[in-house]
C-alpha cells in the first residue's frame, strides 16, 4: 500500500461541549491571530526554502520539522474552528490532537517540479477551495447539531476531517514538505487486528 506521507490521525470521539461550541468563535480567535502571525513569517521562511532546495534537491530537516510543526497546528486551528475536535488547542503545533497530522522525513525532490510547484499545485488548490465551502458549510451545519446533542455526527465529522485532510496535503505540497501530490483516497491508520477466539475442540479429538 503506498501511504501518502501527509497523513490525518483521528481519534475524536464526536461528543462537544455545548458551551464552547456556543463561543467557539470567540474562544478560537487567539489562536487565530496567532496562526496569522505565524502564517506572515512563513512567506520568509518557504522562500528561502524554495531557493534552498533548488539548489540542494532536499530541505534541511530541522526546517522541515519547523515548517511541519505550522502545518500541523494550521490542521489543529482549523479542526477546532470547524467543530471536527472539542479540545482547546496547544499553540505550539505539535502532535497530541484528536484531528492530528502524521508528517514523514524530508525526502529528495526534483528540482525541475520544485521551479514550478505553483504553477503544478493550481488544479489541487482549486478543488481544495471547493473542498473548503463544504467544510464551512459542515461547520455550521455541525454547530446545530452539535448544541442539540452534544455531540457531531460521525458522517458529518469524516467529511470535514476529508476535506482538512486534502487543504492540508495541498498546503503542504504547495510549502514544499512532500513531492507527493495531493491524494483524492482516504488515508487512515491501519486499525490493528481482532484476535479471534480459539475454535473449541470437541472431546476425544
Not at 501518502?4 to 468563535?25: C, K
Not at 451545519?141 to 460521525?154: K, V
Amino acid at each position: 500500500m503506498n501511504v501518502h506521507p501527509v497523513r490525518f490521525v483521528v481519534t475524536d470521539d464526536l461528543r462537544r461541549s455545548r458551551l464552547t461550541v456556543f463561543f467557539r468563535l470567540l474562544l478560537a480567535l487567539p489562536h487565530l491571530i496567532w496562526l496569522t502571525l505565524w502564517t506572515y513569517t512563513m512567506f520568509i521562511v518557504i522562500a528561502f526554502q524554495w531557493l534552498w532546495v533548488i539548489g540542494a534537491g532536499h530541505m534541511e530537516e530541522d526546517i522541515h520539522r519547523y515548517i511541519g510543526r505550522f502545518v500541523r497546528y494550521n490542521v489543529h486551528v482549523n479542526a477546532y474552528f470547524m467543530l471536527l475536535a472539542n479540545p482547546w488547542p496547544k499553540a505550539n503545533g505539535r502532535e497530541g490532537y484528536p484531528i492530528d497530522l502524521e508528517l514523514d522525513p524530508a525526502e529528495r525532490q526534483n528540482r525541475l517540479t520544485v521551479i514550478f510547484r505553483l504553477i503544478l499545485a493550481i488544479p489541487a488548490y482549486v478543488f481544495m477551495v471547493v473542498l473548503h465551502t463544504v467544510l464551512n458549510v459542515i461547520a455550521f451545519l455541525g454547530w446545530f447539531a452539535s448544541l442539540a446533542l452534544g455531540r457531531m455526527p460521525q458522517g458529518m465529522r469524516d467529511l470535514g476531517a476529508y476535506c482538512l485532510r486534502f487543504e492540508t496535503q495541498t498546503y503542504a505540497y504547495i510549502l514544499l514538505l512532500t513531492p507527493r501530490y495531493p491524494s483524492l483516497a482516504g488515508s487512515s491508520p491501519p486499525q490493528p487486528a481482532v484476535e479471534q477466539p480459539p475454535v473449541e475442540q470437541p472431546p476425544g479429538i
